[in-house]
């Protein structure tokens, strides 16, 4: 697990390719004033895992954590960064609220795929992912955003919604060149995608800005505004 640098003060380290992990990628905005990391990891031991790459990186610890979106793979490390503002969009403050309720453990993801095995292959990996349910917990937003907001280092947070999460955020870096798009234009979660379900070119269509030179989704590789205008239509 390692950090390279995109653009500017931007710098990734991508999740694990195999889908069946389901482990997003996170993004790093170092800056000496204090850096924001964009989303948690999907687990404590995901999330020291970036940390580690972080400090190998030299880069500077992060003082806002934000997240893309509620859902678990970009939220449930969250418990393993202490001393960060975590910042939501609004709608998610209440579904992560619900989410932190529930007994997560082994048995009760067992339970929850017995009722409904459409959740197996989420449940799943997450009962990989996490090793340990003593420490965790699930954290909702501490800062949190109806529209938009902007954080003291100029990282601006715009909520796009749409059909894969009702909070979905993109994460803009202008002096850097790169939106950070999360999950935004994806399809449903799997236990929700109908067959004529697919990825949301619209929403990247509407985006798209020409005083932006990146475009990185959480489980893909990186793409230029090219790229990323062809791969829209």
């Keep these: ?21 389901v482990q997003a990628g996170v993004a790093v905005v170092a800056d000496e004033r204090g850096s924001v990391i964009i989303d ?41 960064w202490p001393g960060v503002e975590i910042v939501g969009q609004v709608t998610g ?12 453990s082994h048995r009760y993801l067992r339970e ?21 349910w003593d ?9 949190t955003f109806t529209d938009a907001d902007e954080l003291p280092v ?20 202008p002096d850097s ?8 234009f994806y399809p449903p979660p799997a236990h929700l995608r109908e067959p004529d379900d697919g990825p949301d070119l619209g929403l990247v269509r509407r985006l798209l800005d020409d005083d932006y030179d990146w475009y990185v989704a959480s489980h893909s590789a990186p ?3 090219a790229q990323a205008r062809a791969e829209a239509g």
Excluded: K
Aim: overall charge positive; aromatic content about 8%; hydrophobic content about 45%.
């Design 1 to 21: 697990m390692q950090f390279h640098q995109l653009a500017g003060r931007v710098w990734l380290c991508p999740g694990d390719p195999d889908p069946a992990a």
């Design 40 to 80: 948690a990891g999907q687990s404590p031991a995901h999330a020291r895992e970036i940390r580690a790459a972080l400090h190998a990186a030299g880069l500077p610890e992060p003082r806002w954590l934000v997240y893309t979106h509620h859902h678990w793979d970009h939220v449930w490390g969250a418990c393993a």
């Design 93 to 104: 403050q209440e579904l992560l609220r619900a989410e932190a309720a529930r007994p997560w």
């Design 112 to 132: 929850q795929v017995r009722a409904n095995p459409r959740l197996a292959p989420s449940f799943r990996a997450r009962a990989f992912a996490v090793d340990s």
């Design 135 to 143: 420490d965790f917990a699930v954290l909702p937003p501490t800062r």
């Design 154 to 173: 100029g990282v601006l947070l715009r909520h796009v919604g749409g059909r894969h999460a009702p909070d979905s955020t993109v994460v803009l870096v």
């Design 177 to 184: 060149g790169v939106m950070l798009l999360g999950d935004s």
């Design 223 to 225: 793409m230029t505004r």
